[in-house]
């Protein structure tokens, strides 16, 4: 019996926004979600960054393309690529999303969506631990985004990968547009209440 969906697949294949439309779907069928997904930033016609977005509409910079100029007043940068992480910004956004969301009222049973888990959100070992107690926990399902294996592998990653409660799709230019109904279905089987 899964308890957890993720999506997985190369980047920009649409993981964002399929993970969009299962919210909006679960919200219309009267689902409680909560959350955050990452959305690039574009400036220009070119991704500059990347911001972590509440499911409530909320804000905060994840990274920026390294200017060079803002280098280390020492104090630590954490870098992907060309990315410079903002730690302290998407730890503020997301991090108390993740205190909240065993304090639902315990009648009906929550969606807490992770887009992603992913480098960038990495570097937060407070984030793992969050991640880690929310997959065990029983309050509420995830849905999630990881990215597809690629070089050294990532702990969490795998880990996630790797539970036998937690049900992968991969997502790819060929399926995105059909894949839909069975991720919904397959929340909603996570959503039942188990006896």
């Known amino acids: 019996m899964f308890k957890h969906v993720f999506l997985t697949g190369p980047p920009g294949v649409g993981k964002t926004t399929l993970v969009q439309k299962a919210c ?10 909560e959350g955050f997904y990452t959305e690039e930033v574009r400036q ?3 991704r500059v960054g ?10 905060g910079r994840l990274s920026r393309v390294s200017d060079g100029g803002d280098a280390s007043h020492g104090r630590r940068e954490y870098t992907v690529g060309q990315y410079v992480v903002d730690l302290s910004s998407f730890e503020n956004l997301a991090l108390p999303l993740f205190r909240n969301v065993g304090s ?6 929550k969606v807490f969506v992770v887009d992603e888990i992913g480098k960038m959100e990495l570097f937060s070992r407070s984030f793992i631990r969050a991640v880690r107690q929310t997959l065990d926990s029983s309050s509420c399902t995830i849905l999630g985004t990881i990215p597809i294996p690629k070089g050294k592998p990532l702990g969490l990653v795998e880990e996630v990968r790797n539970r036998r ?4 799709f991969t997502v790819s230019k060929e ?3 059909a ?9 909603q089987e996570c ?3 188990t006896t």
């Open 165 to 168: 409660d937690v049900k992968v």
């Open 104 to 109: 639902a009222d315990g009648s009906s049973r």
């Open 24 to 33: 909006e779907a679960l919200v219309t069928s009267g689902v409680g979600v």
């Open 50 to 59: 990347f911001d972590v977005v509440t499911v409530t509409g909320e804000r």
């Open 179 to 187: 894949i839909l109904p069975d991720i919904l279905a397959t929340l």
């Open 175 to 177: 399926n995105r547009n």
């Open 191 to 193: 959503l039942k209440p």
């Open 44 to 46: 220009g016609g070119r």
